[in-house]
C-alpha cells in the first residue's frame, strides 16, 4: 500500500524539525551524562580493540534477510568502550562507544564516530558462551570526504551523518576480558532528517576483538 506524496516543501519543513530534535537530543545527552562522570572512574575499566569489515550495498534490515551485496570497499577502525552506567539489578548497562577508522577501496577515507550505546549481557547459555548485545540508534559520524557511495542523485552529500551501531559480542566465561564481536556499522541520514540529498549513507558488517584493561 502506497501512502500519499508529501508535498516537497512540508518535507523541508519536517527535515528541519527532525534535525533541531536530533540534535537537541544530542545536547540534552552530553548534559545528562556529565554528573556521571566520577562514577566512570568505580566502574569496569576502559575497553579498546579493533574491527575490520566490508561495504554492503542495502540497509542492515536487508542484509539480515541475506539480499545484500558485498563490494570493493573495507573499513579498518580502532574501538575504544566504556561503561557509564549500570544497572544494580537488572544486566543492563548504558556505554559510551568510540571508532577510529580508515576506508579504502573505491574511496580512500578517515571516519571518527562516537555514540552512546545499550548493553544486554544476560542469556541462558552464559556459563558456556559469555554474551552481550549492544545497541546505539544515535551517534555521531563524521568522514574526512564524502565517499562516491554516499552521494545522492544530484551528487551530493554530508560527511557528518547519525552513526547507528548493532553488536553481538562473545567471550569465554574463564576469560570474559578477550571479547569477539559481530558488528554492523551503519551511517545514515535519519529518513532525510539530518540532509535531503537522498543518499542511504554507508553500511559495513564488520568483525573485530576487544579487551579490557
Known sequence: MHNTPIPYRRICHICRVCRFLWQLAVVALVVALLPLRD???????????????????????????????????????????????????????LELDGMLGQQFGQATLQEIGLAPMLRWNRFPWDKTLGTALRLAPFGISYTTT???????????????????????????????SDVYFIRLHHRCNIYDALNDYGANGEDFLAFGYRRAF
Open 146 to 176: 564524502v565517499g562516491p557511495m554516499e552521494r545522492g542523485p544530484g551528487g551530493q552529500g554530508s560527511p557528518f551523518l547519525n552513526l547507528m551501531l548493532l553488536e553481538l559480542a562473545f567471550s569465554a566465561p574463564r576469560q570474559p
Open 39 to 93: 562514577a566512570c572512574a568505580e566502574m569496569s575499566p576502559w575497553r579498546m580493540g579493533v574491527y575490520a569489515g566490508q561495504y554492503y550495498d542495502s540497509d542492515p534490515g536487508e542484509l539480515v534477510q541475506g539480499n545484500a551485496r558485498f563490494v570493493n570497499q573495507y573499513l579498518l577502525a580502532l574501538n575504544v568502550n566504556r561503561p557509564v552506567w549500570e544497572s544494580p539489578s537488572w544486566p543492563f548497562a
